[in-house]
């Protein structure tokens, strides 16, 4: 099992910065793939960013150009940079895990809330 445990989210105004990070209780050399997903209130759950273990990043729509993931294998950290953020970036962020190897492979943290105002 994995736990995942999420930091970096909050308040801030339309066009400016945050960067989250989710810190994994084992070495991250060992997880198939990370990444972030966002829910906002009412909406399904979705993909923001995901990165596997040979390192390919795949984007959702609504973060490309403005989200970077990246991952500090010393730390076992997972990080979500976000520029420009817009009020629609308003969402509970969550961290997540999958190892192949495992039953259940899929892990989720339990999310950091980032809320942009106008």
């Known amino acids: 099992q994995v736990q995942l445990v999420e930091s970096g989210g909050g308040l801030v105004q339309a066009g400016g910065s945050l960067r989250l990070s989710c810190v994994a209780s084992?070495?991250?050399?060992?997880?198939?793939?990370m990444g972030w997903y966002r829910q906002a209130p009412g909406k399904k759950r979705e993909l923001v960013a995901l990165?596997?273990?040979?390192?390919?990043?795949t984007y959702g729509d609504s973060g490309k150009d403005r989200f970077t993931i990246s991952r500090d294998k010393a730390k076992n950290t997972l990080y979500l940079q976000m520029n420009s953020l817009k009020p629609e970036d308003t969402a509970l962020y969550y961290c997540?895990?999958?190892?192949?190897?495992?039953?259940?492979?899929?892990?989720w943290g339990q999310g950091t809330q980032v809320t942009v105002s106008s």
């Open positions: 997540y895990a999958q190892i192949l190897r495992f039953t259940p492979p899929d892990y």
């Open positions: 084992r070495s991250i050399f060992g997880i198939n793939a």
């Open positions: 990165v596997t273990l040979s390192g390919t990043t």
